[in-house]
């Protein structure tokens, strides 16, 4: 009797709780105008995903001051275009293969070729075009590193890839630090305070496998060697497995047609400075929004925005943005980025330079290198064209082709001059290509004001076109569940283990 009375009145009270949640929920109009700066893959993939939150009402603006994707970039040499930047994807890389499918592009996959790292007198260790042979020299030299690196690697992989599922759960992270902490615990935290050299040796590697197998695969990912911190340097050991592609036409493809999915509206200037402005509105209520000043052909100008989204890094040089009036204030971030040249040549490459003197012939073609200081070049790679060509376009000549070939500096006329027989074409890319790494690694926040979002920050973890995509998706989340007071969905704790159970 007690019981069936009560019943109907705690009912009431639930059905008028959660009718006065989606009250205060309501009373939060959606956000009218989203500015995104940078057309980049952080910034285009911001758009994207900040529309399919905020839906189709929301004005979306975004600013570019340079071409669409940013340091996804091809070069034209000889009618053929080339991959500038950001070149190879990872077969696990969830978001870029979900943009390349639904935006209707092709996977590329690259050209096999045989890898020789050079430790600036001779091959210390050479591919064959024979599994069996790659394996007994693995194993004569390095024991079982090798197959200790691939288990390592696909540790660590496995728990990045849960944060793939967080996100189709909605999960967001208020800083990179949760979200890295989300999917590898401490683990994945405290590989941002040593170097990958420190990591590798905890780990039980030999001294010589890192230094004539790590290394070279940090210098031809990130211009830098063992110094760089153990989860940029995991990341770059990943980019070793098989499978890896790249996108039909150009990897930047996919910012175009992510911005064109988006229904953002792209301006073409550049943003000089965010300040906070209060506004009233037509009911007497005051609004804090974001004034935007941005440079454009056609002079300045200013506009309001509820949510800004910065997806461009905001280091001395780069973005060159000013937040004004802010306390405390929201400080651009002083640590460089690292300079990487890439230097495109058609050419007959100098066998003799790599220690193999006429008519010795080069079994390898993607040259890599160990740490020395006599070496001025990270990697030299045959490179292919963004779009397939038929077989007789690609000179036949094996040894004459277009090569990449990554510096720290500038080359030389000279340097070229030794690194090539022949040549009769060369371009130039130079870039502050990615942040230069040194753990202990402080990650800049994510939130840089109430609204204001940084997708950048988590290049200092590790700098990769799927990290920017999972920072954009992260903070498309974030900014929604923070515009409509959803804390629920934001830094929750053990979500791999409460994941588990709603499989
Ligand atoms: C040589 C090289 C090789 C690489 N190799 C790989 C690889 O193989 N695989 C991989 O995954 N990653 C690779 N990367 C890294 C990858 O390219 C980057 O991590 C990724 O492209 C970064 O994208 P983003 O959108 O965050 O930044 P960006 O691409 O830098 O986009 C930022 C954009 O903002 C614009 N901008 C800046 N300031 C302003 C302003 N004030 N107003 C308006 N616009 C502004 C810029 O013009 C730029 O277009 C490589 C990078 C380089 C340079
Ligand atoms: C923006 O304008 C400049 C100069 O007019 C031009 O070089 C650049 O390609 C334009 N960028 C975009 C994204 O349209
Ligand atoms: C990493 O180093 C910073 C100091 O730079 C320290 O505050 C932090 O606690 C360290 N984190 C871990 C997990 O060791
Ligand atoms: C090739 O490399 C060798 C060895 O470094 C060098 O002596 C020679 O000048 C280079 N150039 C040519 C065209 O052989």
Redesign the pocket.
């Known amino acids: 009797m007690q019981l069936s009375a009560a019943l109907p009145s705690m009912l009431t009270g639930i059905i008028l709780c959660s009718l006065r949640a989606a009250a205060l929920q309501e009373l939060r109009h959606p956000p009218r105008k989203i500015a995104v ?7 285009t993939s911001a758009a994207y995903f900040l529309r399919q939150k905020f839906g189709k009402d929301v004005q979306i603006d975004i ?5 669409v ?4 970039s091809t070069i034209e040499m000889e009618g053929n275009h080339y991959e ?6 990872h077969p696990l890389n969830l978001h870029m293969k979900t943009f390349v499918k639904e935006l209707g592009l092709k996977p590329r996959l690259p050209t096999a070729s045989l890898v020789g790292i050079y430790n600036g007198d001779e091959f210390v260790f050479q591919e064959s075009e024979w599994f069996v042979i790659n394996v007994m020299k693995m194993i004569w030299n390095y024991g079982f590193n090798f197959l200790r690196m691939y288990m390592w690697v696909e540790d660590i992989l496995d728990r990045f890839m849960r944060i793939y599922r967080y996100q189709t759960y909605d999960y967001s992270f208020s800083t990179t630090e949760s979200l890295l902490h989300a999917m590898g615990g401490n683990d994945f935290i405290t590989k941002l305070n040593v170097t990958i050299d420190e990591t590798m040796q905890k780990s039980g590697f030999s001294q010589r496998f890192i230094d004539d197998i790590v290394v070279p695969a940090m210098r031809v ?1 990130y211009g830098q060697g063992a110094s760089v911190n153990g989860f940029v340097g995991a990341v770059s050991l990943a ?1 070793t497995d098989s499978g890896l592609w790249a996108v039909e036409g150009g990897n930047k493809l996919v910012c175009i047609g992510l911005l064109y999915a988006s229904k953002a509206q792209l301006v073409n ?4 400075s965010v300040q906070e402005k209060v506004r009233q509105t037509k009911s007497g209520n005051t609004v804090r929004l974001y004034e935007v000043s ?1 440079e454009t052909d056609k002079g300045r100008t200013l506009d309001m925005y509820d949510i800004v989204v910065i ?3 905001l280091n001395k040089g ?4 000013a937040f004004n009036g802010f306390d405390p204030p929201i400080e651009t971030f002083s640590k460089p980025y690292h300079q ?1 040249v ?1 230097t495109f040549v058609h050419g007959r490459i100098n066998s003799s330079f790599f220690g193999c003197p006429k008519p010795c012939q080069l079994s390898v073609s993607e040259i890599l290198t160990t740490d020395r200081p006599n070496l001025f070049v990270n990697s030299v790679s045959p490179v292919y064209p963004v779009k397939p060509v038929t077989e007789s376009v690609i000179s036949k000549a094996s040894d004459i082709k277009v090569w990449k070939v ?1 510096s720290p500096e500038p080359l030389t006329e000279e340097q070229l001059r030794l690194l090539f027989e022949t040549y009769h074409a060369v371009l130039v890319k130079n ?1 502050l ?2 942040p230069k790494y040194s753990p202990p690694e402080k990650l800049p926040p994510i939130i840089l004001h109430r609204d204001i979002y940084y ?2 920050s988590i ?1 200092w973890a590790a ?6 995509a999972i920072s954009a998706k992260n903070i498309a989340l974030l900014s929604h569940h923070r515009w409509f007071g959803k804390n629920g969905q934001i830094d929750q704790e053990d979500l791999a283990e409460r994941l588990k159970s709603e499989l």
């Open positions: 700066v940078g057309a980049g893959i952080g910034g600013f570019e001051k340079g071409e994707g940013g340091r996804l500038a930047g950001g070149s190879i994807i990912n980019g200037g550049t943003v000089t941005y997806a461009t890094p780069i973005g060159n943005i990487t890439a990554f870039w290509a990615y997708v950048n290049e700098s990769a076109m799927e990290m920017s």
